[in-house]
């Protein structure tokens, strides 16, 4: 079992992702909603700036992560990692 929770999720996940049938934006839907819940958790006056760190945190994931993938081209698919 890993330690990183963002690995953990992806064990979960690995076998659906690379299902030949695997519905992505399905999946995303529901790894979303887990996001929905966690900020249900907080009070509703911290709901605002959590929405916010969450899309930050998105936004700046996406353009390291293709800038990772750029970066290795040609080197053969590996999966982004920690
Ligand atoms: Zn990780």
Redesign the pocket.
């Given at each position: 079992m890993?330690e990183?929770?963002?690995?953990?999720?992806?064990d979960v996940l690995e076998s659906r992702l690379e299902a030949e049938d695997a519905n992505i934006a399905e999946i995303a839907a529901k790894v979303t909603e887990v996001l929905a819940d966690i900020i249900l958790m907080v009070p509703p006056a911290d709901r605002g700036m959590l929405i916010a760190d969450i899309l930050a945190n998105l936004g700046q994931f996406v353009l390291e992560k293709n800038e990772e993938a750029m970066e290795q081209a040609g080197a053969g698919p590996r999966r982004l990692?920690?």
């Open positions: 890993s990183c929770i963002h690995c953990e999720i992806h990692g920690h």
